[in-house]
């Protein structure tokens, strides 16, 4: 997500608006302490974390364009319950008690799923968490640019004048012309 300033806002008014917003609701806000990937570690639940990151382009002026980034991540909590029901599954299997193997690891499966929906729920509430809070902080929502899909055409060199399209004709089937005479 980007987000322009004519005003000459800074990474901080995005953070501190986000702080601001998500300790009263009961989420757990950890600043970075300057040696991590992030800017704000945001805790919902035993198992979503949401990583923050907001850099600052200085386009002379007041004018500013943030980017803004929220990458999703389990917790360690979640990770090692996920882990450790693989390996016990894994164990079970090794002690040749398949039965306990398969509940272990369908348990294992069930859990993976629920503590993935929580993820992805958390996520889509920080986007609009986050659109939210810049558009209080008065930042204008800049849209990517979608990218143009160029035309696939394939190609076949006719003569050093122009390279000739070739036609596209049903599988199976010979073309009629050759692309060559053409040119």
């Known amino acids: 997500m980007s987000y322009w300033s004519d005003t000459g806002a800074e990474k ?5 608006g986000l702080g601001d917003f998500l300790v009263p609701q009961k989420y757990l806000v950890m ?13 919902r639940g035993l ?16 004018k ?12 360690q909590l979640a990770l090692l319950v996920l882990r450790s029901s693989a390996a016990l599954a894994a164990f079970a299997l090794m002690l040749g008690w398949p039965l306990a193997g398969a509940v272990i ?14 993820l992805i729920g958390f996520g889509r509430l920080m986007h609009r968490i986050i659109e939210a809070v810049a558009k209080q902080a008065q930042l204008m929502p800049i849209e990517p640019v979608a990218r143009a899909r160029p035309e696939k055409r394939r190609w076949v060199r006719g003569s050093a ?22 040119g």
């Open 64 to 75: 500013r364009l943030l980017r803004v980034r929220c990458a999703m991540r389990l917790s």
């Open 31 to 43: 600043p970075d302490t300057g040696w991590s990937g992030w800017d704000l570690k945001i805790a």
């Open 12 to 16: 901080e008014v995005l953070l501190n």
């Open 161 to 182: 004048r122009k390279a000739v399209p070739l036609q596209a004709t049903p599988h199976g089937t010979a073309p009629t012309e050759s692309p060559l005479a053409r």
């Open 47 to 62: 198992c979503s974390r949401a990583l923050v990151t907001v850099c600052s382009e200085n386009h002379g002026g007041g």
């Open 105 to 118: 690891g369908a348990i294992g499966i069930v859990n993976a799923g629920v503590m993935g929906w929580q």
